[in-house]
């Protein structure tokens, strides 16, 4: 019979907002309390809730990786006080990052302070088509290379050989977990963990084509300290601790809706924020677009998106979402860095105008973007939700304020995202 646990089992850390709810939902799907803290909690934040699972959610991804080591390792240190039994470090299932980093600096920092010699990376979701195959990303038929992902603005993906990638970022020796092994289930993974090892090999990329690969990898890693990945690694890790008696059965209820104004901001440049975007338009619904050049004209944009909210009378969506050839032609001028800290900036003060407003109910498509935003609205802790899409739950947070949030990866999500996230914030009503 499962029991509850005095203490969160799993300590996760992860490197944006979005990918923060994306693996807070993987874990409620799989029978964990979940609890998402927007930066590290502060203290007494998280006293009064249950808990199985605490995800905290730093804006790290395109920091320094001296920075996003610090900052993971103060997060580490607050959940290794809290004795959490295992730790996670999520990261995109497009595995974002550059020749700089942060993913391999930040594994590695964590692996040291945790003591321990071996993690694996996989960042596989086969239910939004990402799958890894003798250590190349797949994102459903391409390579990551050759998807769209080699424009991204700030990390720009131009090899989808993931051990290479890794190695680039990390002096410990990067190996591989070949599919032939995963296929044979959780014992040869362990049994090919252990020859890694004596290999040298201190990080492993992980092959996975499907969810049931997941669950395997998961199951073979369960005494592992320090895992890494995307959301989908967290498949199985629920069913570890329910094993062993610690994991209490929840109820799926849906929560309740928020009252109040509603409200979409766009800010990725993906591929499918690009393709919401357009399906928003082509209903004829009320939009308008953020130019940076503006912003850094000095025009009053915040202004004019306000007073277009309001003056439109029904829900708008305000976006930044731009084509890769728009995107690098404000980048030539602005440069890149300057360029994505106005966009997020702008949408933030949108997003806080709005509230003060009487906004409410928030659908945000971008990670950066959705951490400007829910910073702007000085949102700390959310509870998460049911699922609107793979990889997207419906959140609300905590306070004497609730507000509903869908905070959107830029690459996850159908073309009709937009509709469905923002009924389910208003309980189901269109």
């Known amino acids: 019979m499962s029991t509850s646990s005095p203490r969160p089992l799993l300590g996760c850390i992860a490197d944006d907002f979005t990918g923060a709810t994306d693996l807070a939902n993987m874990l409620v799907r799989?029978?964990?309390?979940?609890?998402?803290?927007?930066g590290i909690p502060a203290e007494g934040d998280l006293a009064s809730l249950d808990a199985d699972a605490i995800v905290i959610a730093?804006?790290?991804?395109?920091?320094?990786?001296?920075?996003?080591?610090e900052q993971s390792l103060e997060a580490l240190a607050w959940l290794q006080a809290r004795s959490c039994e295992q730790i996670f470090f999520k990261y995109c299932s497009t595995f974002d990052s550059t020749?700089?980093?942060?993913?391999?600096?930040?594994?590695?920092?964590?692996?040291?302070?945790?003591?321990?010699?071996?993690?694996l990376a996989c960042p596989a979701f086969p239910e939004n088509g990402r799958t890894i195959f003798r250590g190349h990303l797949f994102v459903q038929d391409q390579l990551l290379n050759e998807c769209g992902m080699q424009n991204h603005p700030l990390t720009p993906m131009a090899d989808a050989n993931l051990v290479r990638v890794l190695q680039a970022q990390?002096?410990?020796?990067?190996?591989?977990?070949?599919?032939?092994?995963?296929?044979?289930?959780?014992?040869?993974?362990?049994?090919?963990?252990?020859?890694?090892?004596?290999?040298?090999?201190?990080?492993?990329?992980?092959?996975?084509?499907?969810?049931a690969d997941l669950y395997t990898l998961g199951e073979?890693?369960?005494?592992?300290?320090?895992?890494?990945?995307?959301?989908?690694?967290?498949?199985?890790?629920?069913?570890?601790?329910?094993?062993?008696?610690?994991?209490?059965?929840?109820?799926?209820?849906?929560?309740?809706?928020?009252?109040?104004?509603?409200?979409?901001?766009?800010?990725?440049?993906?591929?499918?924020?690009?393709?919401?975007?357009?399906?928003?338009l082509e209903a004829?619904?009320?939009?308008?677009?953020?130019?940076?050049?503006?912003?850094?004209?000095?025009?009053?944009?915040?202004?004019?998106?306000?007073?277009?909210?309001?003056?439109?009378?029904?829900?708008?969506?305000?976006?930044?979402?731009?084509?890769?050839?728009?995107?690098k032609a404000v980048q030539a001028k602005l440069g890149v860095e300057r360029a994505g800290a106005m966009v997020e900036e702008a949408l933030g003060q949108i997003a806080k105008g709005l509230y003060n407003a009487g906004t409410r109910r928030f659908v945000v498509a971008g990670g950066e973007t959705s951490g400007a935003v829910?910073?702007?609205?000085?949102?700390?802790?959310?509870?998460?939700?049911?699922?609107?899409?793979?990889?997207?739950?419906?959140?609300?947070?905590?306070?004497?304020?609730?507000?509903?949030?869908?905070?959107?990866?830029?690459?996850?999500?159908?073309?009709?995202?937009?509709?469905?996230?923002?009924?389910?914030?208003?309980?189901?009503?269109?």
């Open 30 to 38: 799989g029978g964990m309390r979940t609890v998402q803290s927007i």
């Open 58 to 69: 730093l804006k790290s991804r395109t920091l320094p990786a001296v920075e996003a080591v």
């Open 99 to 119: 020749e700089r980093g942060n993913i391999g600096q930040v594994s590695e920092a964590l692996l040291q302070a945790l003591g321990s010699d071996f993690t």
């Open 170 to 211: 990390t002096p410990l020796k990067v190996g591989l977990l070949r599919y032939d092994a995963v296929a044979q289930g959780a014992a040869a993974v362990r049994a090919r963990i252990e020859q890694l090892r004596a290999e040298g090999v201190s990080m492993a990329i992980a092959d996975a084509v499907s969810d």
């Open 220 to 280: 073979a890693c369960a005494g592992l300290p320090l895992l890494t990945g995307g959301s989908g690694l967290a498949l199985g890790l629920p069913g570890n601790f329910r094993a062993a008696g610690k994991l209490r059965d929840i109820d799926a209820a849906e929560q309740a809706a928020v009252a109040g104004g509603e409200v979409v901001l766009a800010g990725s440049a993906s591929i499918a924020t690009n393709g919401q975007v357009a399906a928003w």
């Open 284 to 327: 004829g619904r009320p939009a308008l677009r953020i130019d940076p050049l503006a912003l850094a004209d000095g025009q009053p944009v915040v202004e004019q998106a306000l007073a277009f909210a309001q003056a439109a009378g029904q829900t708008v969506l305000i976006y930044a979402t731009s084509s890769p050839d728009e995107v």
């Open 374 to 430: 829910v910073q702007a609205l000085g949102v700390s802790l959310l509870k998460i939700g049911a699922q609107i899409d793979p990889g997207v739950p419906a959140t609300v947070s905590s306070g004497a304020t609730p507000i509903a949030l869908a905070l959107k990866s830029g690459n996850f999500g159908g073309r009709d995202f937009f509709s469905k996230a923002l009924s389910q914030l208003a309980g189901g009503r269109q």
